[in-house]
């Protein structure tokens, strides 16, 4: 099996920063894409933003220039900092993995439980 752990989450005041880590554990042979999704009351879980093993990264146009997405290949773990939050960042954010468990195998998707970010004053 394969677990996702998020960390990080909390409460904010606006213009304040977080930043929230995932890490991947269990049998892994090799994580293709690390995402970041999040999904606030009432409304569809959505991307924020993902990056591939080698690097490359796609965001949310709402989190552009304040959200940055990185990852440690060694670690199996991704990070994502958040600067100048705003109230509407305010959601669960989920960890997402794209996981080949065996070399030559399907990759699956596995998804962490969540966790919270309030932005608020």
């Known amino acids: 099996q394969v677990q996702l752990v998020e960390s990080g989450g909390g409460l904010v005041q606006p213009g304040g920063s977080l930043r929230l880590s995932c890490a991947a554990s269990?049998?892994?042979?090799?994580?293709?894409?690390m995402g970041w999704y999040r999904q606030a009351p009432g409304k569809e879980r959505e991307l924020v933003a993902t990056?591939?093993?080698?690097?490359?990264?796609n965001y949310a146009d709402s989190v552009k220039g304040r959200f940055t997405i990185s990852r440690d290949n060694a670690k199996n773990t991704a990070y994502l900092q958040m600067n100048n939050l705003k109230p509407e960042d305010t959601a669960v954010y989920y960890c997402?993995?794209?996981?080949?468990?065996?070399?030559?195998?399907?990759?699956?998707?596995?998804w962490g439980r969540g966790t919270q970010v309030t932005v608020s004053s």
């Open positions: 990056i591939i093993s080698g690097g490359s990264t």
């Open positions: 269990g049998r892994i042979f090799s994580i293709s894409v």
């Open positions: 997402n993995a794209v996981v080949k468990r065996n070399p030559g195998g399907a990759a699956y998707d596995y």
